[in-house]
């Protein structure tokens, strides 16, 4: 199983970025898949998820300004980022796991994790 997240890069307060997952090596559409973030002293914080029927869940922090998607076809995860703050700054993370779970923004439901990409919001 690989994970290789990739659309972090450096952006000023209330712009926009788009962060990718690209998957390979498992069966993609039977996965739940999620972000999480984790800035320097801080734990790590489930961002948004998308179980292995679609459905979605975000963090309270970034409800209304992120949005979750896939593209099965691609084994694509992504996550789009809207309005961001300063508070967002962090180091992504994409993470999957086999069929659905109950805890989908837990980082311990997940078995499988990218390397990160690092955002950073400037006020």
């Known amino acids: 199983v690989q994970l290789v997240e990739s659309g972090g890069g450096s952006v000023q307060s209330g712009g926009s970025l788009r962060l990718s997952c690209a998957a390979s090596?498992?069966?993609?559409?039977?996965?739940?898949m999620a972000w999480f973030r984790q800035a320097p002293g801080k734990e790590r914080e489930g961002v948004a998820a998308?179980?292995?029927?679609?459905?979605?869940v975000y963090g309270d922090s970034v409800k209304g300004r992120f949005t979750i998607s896939q593209d099965n076809a691609k084994n694509t995860l992504y996550l789009q980022m809207n309005s961001l703050e300063a508070e967002d700054t962090a180091k992504y993370y994409c993470?999957?796991?086999?069929?659905?779970?109950?805890?989908?923004?837990?980082?311990?439901?997940?078995?499988?994790w990218g390397q990160g990409t690092q955002v950073t919001v400037s006020s």
């Open positions: 993470a999957a796991r086999r069929g659905k779970t109950s805890y989908l923004l837990r980082g311990w439901a997940y078995n499988f």
């Open positions: 090596g498992f069966t993609y559409s039977i996965y739940s």
């Open positions: 998308i179980d292995s029927d679609g459905s979605t």
